[in-house]
């Protein structure tokens, strides 16, 4: 199953809604950079607000696609962490630096809007 | 052992199957969302761990009481290779495999209790519970 990757003016716009298995997520990586690629997009919003577990596979392709992206000039920002993915994470050992966050979709939204903005 | 349950991992898809084995017993036996997080990540590192470097193996998820206390147990096995130097694949960042290096250190942080057993040629046992508080 493939994530949907919708375009919202001059961004992506994705919500993930289900548990990733490793496969959807290679295949979301690729689709990702892609739709950048079509679309022209200066920014993307991934949100996590389903996502109830991230273990560390999960978490390198996310923060791969993170860079991924970066290289291609769009900037990406992770909306909808739960508090128990944010204290596993953190527990695992992993602390996504350098990775623009923030609580919901909407406040995402209006960051990222901002960070494009400057 | 009526209070166990176990997977066998062969695939990727059976690592998803573990993880999903291991939060609903975590639910029943009463852990809250936080902790069942930790046991769903906990269980996705040692599966993913089979798959990667031994191929196959199993892992089992165990219901368990001591003085009282209801916890959850995983034991993860297999007969792969072996881990030839555990402290190192016990330190933060190591990989052999281009990952984060995050499994196995990571799994003793997120569970209370950790054992792991490993040799060369014959394979590599993992015991790790977690606890109610």
């Not at chain 1, 493939?2 to 993930?16: A, G, T």
């Not at chain 1, 900037?75 to 596993?88: D, E, F």
């Amino acid at each position: 199953m493939r994530i949907p990757i919708l375009k919202l003016y001059n961004c992506l716009l994705v919500s993930i809604q289900w548990e990733l298995d490793d496969q959807t997520a290679l295949q979301f990586q690729e689709d990702l950079l892609h739709k950048i690629h079509e679309t022209n997009a200066s920014g993307v919003v991934i949100d996590l607000t389903s996502i109830d577990f991230i273990d560390s596979f999960i978490a390198k392709v996310l923060g791969d696609v993170i860079s991924m992206s970066k290289l291609m000039g769009a900037k990406v920002m992770i909306t909808g962490i739960q508090p128990a993915v944010a204290i596993t994470l953190i527990e695992l050992g992993i602390s996504l630096n350098d990775v623009y966050t923030a609580l919901d979709l909407e406040k995402g939204l209006e960051k990222l809007q901002q960070e494009l903005g400057e | 052992m009526e209070n166990q349950s176990c997977v066998l991992i062969q695939t990727e898809w059976d690592i998803v199957a573990a993880r999903q084995l291991g939060r609903n017993v975590a639910k029943e036996v009463g852990f809250g969302t936080v902790d069942q997080a930790r046991i769903t990540t906990a269980i996705s590192e040692l599966a993913r761990n089979i798959y990667i470097y031994a191929g196959e193996g199993q892992v089992c998820i165990e219901k368990i009481i001591k003085n009282g206390q209801a916890g959850l147990r995983i034991v993860a096995v297999d007969k792969g290779p072996g881990i030839p130097d555990i402290r190192l694949a016990m330190e933060d960042g190591y990989s052999t495999s281009g990952g984060l290096g995050a499994g196995l250190p990571g799994v003793k942080r997120l569970m209370d209790d950790f054992e792991i057993d490993s040799s060369l040629g014959s394979g590599t046992e993992i015991k790790a519970s977690k606890w109610i508080r």
